[in-house]
């Protein structure tokens, strides 16, 4: 009697835990819902973590800009074009693989606002004037004096390879606008406030202008490493003949021309960056 009391009861509690296993989750998961529709609950995420910035090197932003400049024809005041109106031969068409379009939107929060925008140049200039690649008669750049586009500098096939930078181009008018001592062109990085290059009207003649001097200056300040110098016979490379040539390594080997050069006449010294 007793063995079969033991019997039933094992069956008993086998068939109570087969249904509870197939039962009690349901249940117990509509009891909990009951206990948390229509009620509004707040939860405090970690967002350090969120999301990834890719940030660029110096030396992938001057290859990305070389680049993309060289697959338009560049923006440039009135005055400096009529210097040098045949560019094609300086800045041939590229494959279309970059691309470096006027942005009309407003700019990121991490890139320098159109209020600021003259701030930041002043203050590039003054550490170009303080480390010697600029002269100290150069004057400042004010909003009724220039124009300031921002554009984007894409990688097409690698859209997240991209810069915003600044353009600024003395204004065309009035034309009585004074040109000495001024910064005709300037392009400058819309988030470190760092110029990539310029053209600035001198009192300085040729013969006073040390390319290597100014060169490695201009690559400590922007943090790239030395420069090689560019060797080639072609005379026609610029619009110029007064012009030194610098070469810079890039990832993935690729490279940068960086060209300071200078238009005699009307004392115009520039840098520019190009393929």
Request: net charge negative; proline share 4%; with cysteine.
């Amino acid at each position: 009697m007793k063995q079969k009391t033991k019997t039933a009861l094992f069956i008993g509690i086998a068939a109570f835990t087969a249904i509870l296993s197939v039962w009690g989750p349901e249940s117990l998961a509509k009891y909990q819902d009951r206990g948390r529709f229509q009620q509004i609950y707040t939860e405090t995420a970690n967002t350090s973590q969120a999301g990834y910035l890719y940030k660029l090197g110096a030396d992938e932003k001057l290859t990305i800009l070389s680049r993309c400049l060289n697959s338009q024809t560049r923006p440039e005041s009135e005055q400096h074009s009529l210097t040098h109106p045949d560019n094609s031969n300086i800045y041939p068409e590229s494959d279309g693989s970059y691309a470096f379009v006027a942005n009309y939107r407003n700019p990121y929060d991490q890139e320098i606002s159109d209020d600021k925008i003259y701030d930041k140049c002043n203050d590039a200039l003054s550490q170009l004037k303080a480390v010697g690649i600029l002269p100290d008669d150069v004057m400042e750049m004010d909003a009724s004096s220039y124009d300031a586009t921002l554009y984007s500098a894409i990688d097409v096939l690698e859209p997240r390879n991209n810069i915003a930078v600044w353009m600024l181009n003395l204004k065309s008018s009035p034309k009585n606008t004074a040109k000495e001592n001024r910064l005709m062109d300037v392009c400058m990085d819309a988030e470190d406030g760092k110029i990539y290059e310029f053209f600035v009207r001198t009192s300085l003649l040729w013969e006073d202008i040390d390319t290597d001097r100014i060169m490695e200056k201009w690559a400590r300040y922007m943090g790239l490493d030395s420069p090689a110098p560019y060797e080639s016979d072609n005379p026609l490379l610029e619009s110029t003949p007064y012009f030194k040539k610098y070469v810079f390594s890039g990832a993935g080997g690729e490279s940068t021309i960086v060209t300071i050069g200078y238009y005699e006449g009307i004392n115009e010294l520039f840098l520019k960056i190009s393929r």
